[in-house]
């Protein structure tokens, strides 16, 4: 594989394109090409302009109606854009007509979030679950796709499989996709030795939409220093800590977060990290009670812990970003009803979310505010499972 090289090049400049259906309305595009524009910003792209269009179901041939297609060739032309990202993964067809149309490079969702992975990846583990997402990705694209490839340089969405010399064989791409599986077999033989080596301790795993802070709460935690920053997937690979609360000792993992959307190929190709989830006995789900949109966020993660069989497990809900969360309060002589802008975060305490999970903190990471009342309510539920599994070893508790 050719390795991408990182050049002091200018960002690319994009537009954004979005489809409004019943399935995904108009009230949550904006909210959505928000997130888009996050993860170009974190591919290295400027958003320069968004386009959304209300449509029953998207184009099956554009993705957008011919009109709306028109406008966004007109201003790609007459302000020098470089890339055209849609917030849906594309069919080989649509990617195909929508460049011969625009005649510039056209990335879905899917590519985008690859090309970040891609950028991402540190470790051989990471390197080749991304590789090899890439060309589950690639092989059903290869007809019109390796032409402007060949034609590139770098640039977003081009790191990966075959910058300079594309193969155009399908054979030659699959065999390629047999070899990365076998290296990933491997890999994941080691990493499940790794594991069996940590003895019996009590695993604690960190899981969330991706942004919402798990690094910051690991560092804090474990006193250790995982990166962290505020752009999307900032964590890939899997770093397991061991921790001590009080005198109780387990292992604290951070995951990589889950977004939107997430590529199935993806999610395939990261379940042996993933697997630190599966194999853990409490998680951690991180939200970010700042969001707008959090219970949504909520719902993405527990609908992948279900795709990965972790949603059983027993889950400690953790609100962070309590020092970044702002509502607009009501007039006193505004008699509409209250909605979920009006909504305090002492009026959210008292909601389903507090109700409903019997282990559940608001928090502020960044801050630190109520950590010491989050350890020690994750210290009670880790003691709890340590004394039934373990009930003879109680010289660990002689400091309560």
């Given at each position: 594989m050719t390795?991408?090289?990182?050049?002091?090049?200018?960002?690319?400049?994009?537009?954004?394109?979005?489809?409004?259906?019943?399935?995904?309305?108009?009230?949550?595009?904006?909210?959505?090409?928000?997130?888009?524009?996050?993860?170009?910003?974190?591919?290295?792209?400027?958003?320069?302009?968004?386009?959304?269009?209300?449509?029953?179901?998207?184009?099956?041939?554009?993705?957008?109606?011919?009109?709306?297609?028109?406008?966004?060739?007109?201003?790609?032309?007459?302000?020098?854009?470089?890339?055209?990202?849609?917030d849906d993964e594309l069919s080989p067809s649509q990617i195909r007509n929508i460049e011969r149309e625009m005649n510039k490079r056209v990335l879905d969702r899917t590519n985008l979030i690859l090309d970040i992975f891609a950028k991402r990846a540190q470790t051989a583990h990471a390197k080749v679950q991304v590789e090899l997402a890439q060309y589950q990705y690639l092989l059903p694209r290869l007809t019109g796709m390796w032409t402007h490839l060949e034609r590139q340089r770098g640039g977003i969405g081009l790191r990966g499989p075959g910058e300079t010399e594309i193969e155009t064989d399908r054979r030659v791409i699959r065999d390629k996709i047999a070899r990365l599986k076998e290296q990933l077999i491997k890999i994941d033989n080691q990493k499940v030795t790794q594991r069996k080596n940590r003895g019996k301790m009590i695993r604690v795993a960190l899981v969330g939409y991706t942004n919402v802070g798990k690094s910051t709460i690991m560092n804090l935690i474990s006193k250790s220093d995982v990166f962290a920053e505020n752009k999307l997937f900032a964590t890939l690979d899997t770093t397991v800590r061991k921790v001590v609360v009080d005198n109780l000792p387990f292992l604290l993992?951070?995951?990589?977060?889950?977004?939107?959307?997430?590529?199935?190929?993806?999610?395939?190709?990261?379940?042996?990290?993933?697997?630190?989830?599966?194999?853990?006995?409490?998680?951690?789900?991180?939200?970010?009670?700042?969001?707008?949109?959090?219970?949504?966020?909520?719902?993405?993660?527990?609908?992948?812990?279900?795709e990965i069989d972790s949603a059983d497990k027993p889950t400690f809900i953790i609100f962070n970003k309590i020092d970044a969360f702002t509502y607009v309060k009501k007039d006193d002589d505004d008699l509409t009803p209250k909605n979920r802008k009006n909504y305090s975060l002492e009026d959210l305490k008292q909601t389903w979310m507090a109700k409903e999970n019997a282990f559940c903190i608001f928090i502020s990471a960044k801050e630190k505010q109520n950590i010491d009342e989050f350890?020690?309510?994750?210290?009670?539920?880790?003691?709890?499972?340590?004394?039934?599994?373990?009930?003879?070893?109680?010289?660990?508790?002689?400091?309560?």
């Open positions: 390795k991408y090289i990182e050049t002091d090049i200018k960002p690319e400049r994009a537009v954004l394109v979005g489809v409004a259906t019943q399935n995904q309305p108009e009230n949550q595009i904006h909210e959505y090409l928000d997130e888009l524009a996050f993860l170009a910003d974190t591919a290295g792209a400027i958003t320069v302009r968004r386009f959304y269009q209300n449509l029953q179901y998207p184009n099956p041939k554009t993705f957008v109606g011919t009109g709306k297609l028109e406008e966004i060739r007109i201003y790609v032309e007459n302000n020098d854009i470089d890339l055209v990202i849609f993992s951070d995951t990589v977060g889950f977004i939107r959307k997430l590529p199935h190929g993806l999610v395939e190709s990261f379940k042996s990290t993933l697997d630190e989830v599966r194999e853990s006995d409490i998680l951690l789900h991180v939200v970010d009670i700042s969001h707008p949109n959090f219970e949504e966020q909520i719902q993405v993660v527990n609908d992948t812990l279900n350890k020690s309510l994750l210290y009670q539920k880790v003691k709890e499972i340590h004394v039934s599994r373990y009930p003879f070893n109680d010289f660990l508790y002689e400091m309560d």
